[in-house]
């Protein structure tokens, strides 16, 4: 009994060193396809990548509700928001951060788009967007995918400023329109 107990630790020890050996996924580039992933919203809905087909989508990962970077980014997400209706675009931000969280966060900020739950990190780890912060832990990296109607990025903005990144996001939507 006690030598079957001990072959079951040791396996749990190297299937626990294998998943900690793991690299962190690749972040996509511009040209590929959109990895879909399924998370709930802010109003605790399921919301899927694939959902906004034939849409751009103005992905964008960032690290923590209520927090002053993440804050204004939002804000300024908001306020151009009828900018990005008009260009066909939608605005999905997505942490780690749970769903009562964005819930309070979208109340107390007056945000509209919607912001996605990805309390257990997969998303954030498919899109090689995850950073250490501190007391935080792991949490999103500040990163943008534009995704096209079709559901293919086309282009990435990693580490982002938050200020003016609403104005880049427009200018290259612009951008990709044209062509």
Known sequence: MKTSWMILGLAVAVALL???ALPAAETPTAGTKAPDFTLKSQEGKTV?????K??????????KDFTQGCTIEA???QADQPKYDKINAAIVGVSVDTVDSHQQFCTKENLTF??????KKEVVNTYGSVQ?????????????FLVDPQGTIRKVFLKVDPNPHSKEVLEALAELQKK
């Open 18 to 20: 294998v998943v900690v």
């Open 48 to 52: 899927s990548l694939h959902d906004f």
């Open 54 to 63: 034939g849409k751009w989508v103005v992905l964008y990962f960032y690290p």
């Open 75 to 77: 804000h300024n997400f």
């Open 114 to 119: 919607k912001l996605l739950a990805d309390e």
């Open 132 to 144: 250490t912060l501190g007391k935080l832990g792991d949490v999103a990296a500040r990163n943008t």
